[in-house]
């Protein structure tokens, strides 16, 4: 009987193989980093890929700021020292990963917070009573933060020099501003704002000092390409989130990436690090239920290039540093337990393929890749609350 299994078995591989497919590469090894603790973002990794920051609720009900744990089961400890500010919002790490800025309550007003971790954050100035959480950002150099704040009456967008300690820009408006980016350069900061009725898009150059207006466009997120003058916007159109895409030379919108089907709400467009190819998710016509992830290379804009072929819902799409590969999360809906599943799908966009899947938890999502592309960090939806994970993906990767 057992020649005959093991005869039949190599039948099995023969047309296995012969069909053209392929198993999928083992996970590679993954861990759980964020102890017992809620996390409700990620901030992300410092520069050397050693550490990573997130957002988390404590056992006490406190949310809190985090590094995480360096090994499985260990408990992470609070980044910044006393004061441990709680519910913090709008959390970004510097460009060179050694402050973070976010905005907090304290004394009854909202104010924003710089430190660095393991020492106390510094409040440096009063961003006032908003309805929803001040867009921050830091420019390229690390040395200013752009943020909306209110101030009595109106809005303003204030630019913060740190180093100095002035004002580097205080525009003032009617309406808070609700998104804002910075060019590679520093010499640009972009900006929604509904200032006369529908939300359009402002460009602001300090040398020399010039405000842009362009047409009514989005609400939703801002993101400026790491190479160039493009700035792709994620926004709605008749209360549909669509894909802009803008030259910040030029007046005139570029154009609109997915007329027909409509883009995924709170999933901002990846740009390549070579600010040529943009990564998006939307669907492909007005009727379809699921999203797919999209390629776009400039400067022809064409064709629209679909990188997921399969899943209930593919989206939050995000590129090595590399710029080789590019991971997107793919829903596959419930298993026969009832609890939904979703993993992690790696592809190169210049060799079309099988995406190799990365699944080593049920439901997986929010890629970050570390800053020398060789680990991946990730959130991990379980029963008792999400968890932060982390996989090496270098040989994973490497393998056939």
Not at 312 to 317: F, I, M, T
Not at 370 to 379: R, V
Request: hydrophobic share 40%; charged share 20%; with cysteine.
């Amino acid at each position: 009987m057992w020649p005959f299994l093991l005869s039949s078995l190599g039948l099995l591989l023969a047309l296995y193989g012969g069909l053209g497919i392929r198993a999928t590469s083992p996970n590679p090894p993954a861990r759980l980093l964020s102890g017992s603790l809620d996390v409700q973002q990620l901030v992300g990794w410092d520069p050397e890929g050693r550490s990573l920051v997130f957002l988390a609720a404590s056992a006490e009900g406190r949310t809190l700021l985090y590094r995480a744990a360096e090994e499985e089961g260990a408990t992470p400890e609070p980044l910044l020292t006393q004061p441990l500010y709680e519910h913090p919002q709008q959390v970004v790490l510097s460009p060179d990963g050694q402050r973070l800025a976010f905005t907090a309550e304290e004394e009854g007003q909202n104010w924003l917070f710089v430190g660095r971790p393991g020492e106390p954050a510094e409040r440096v100035a009063l961003v006032g009573e908003l309805k929803a959480p001040a867009p921050l950002a830091w420019s390229p150099e690390g040395s200013r933060l752009a943020f909306g704040r209110r101030a009595e009456q109106d809005y303003s967008l204030y630019v913060l020099s740190l180093e100095g300690g002035g004002t580097a820009l205080d525009l003032h408006f009617q309406a808070p501003c609700q998104a804002v980016a910075w060019s590679p350069d520093g010499q640009k900061l972009a900006f929604i704002n509904p200032q006369n009725g529908p939300p359009c898009l402002y460009v602001f150059s300090f040398t020399p000092p010039r405000l842009r207006l362009y047409q009514p466009v989005a609400d939703l997120r801002l993101v400026w390409s790491p190479t160039s003058w493009h700035v792709a916007a994620l926004g709605r159109r008749f209360n549909r989130p669509k894909i802009y895409l803008f030259d910040t030379r030029a007046v005139p919108l570029i154009r609109r990436l997915n007329p027909q089907g409509q883009a995924a709400e709170d999933d901002p467009p990846a740009w390549a690090p070579d600010g040529l190819r943009l990564a998006f998710a939307a669907r492909s016509h007005p009727r379809a239920r699921t999203h797919q992830v999209y390629l776009v290379a400039l400067p022809e804009l064409e064709p629209l290039y679909r990188l997921s072929r399969s899943g209930r819902d593919n989206h939050s799409p995000a590129w090595s540093p590399d710029g080789q590969w590019l991971v997107y999360v793919s829903e596959r809906g419930r298993d026969v337990s009832g609890r939904e599943r979703a993993d992690l799908r790696f592809v190169r966009p210049d060799r079309p393929g099988r995406p190799k899947i990365l699944a080593p938890y049920p439901f997986v999502t929010a890629p970050h890749w570390s800053p020398d592309g060789t680990q991946l960090a990730f959130l991990v939806s379980q029963e008792k609350g999400t968890a932060l994970g982390v996989a090496e993906v270098q040989d994973f990767l490497a393998s056939p």
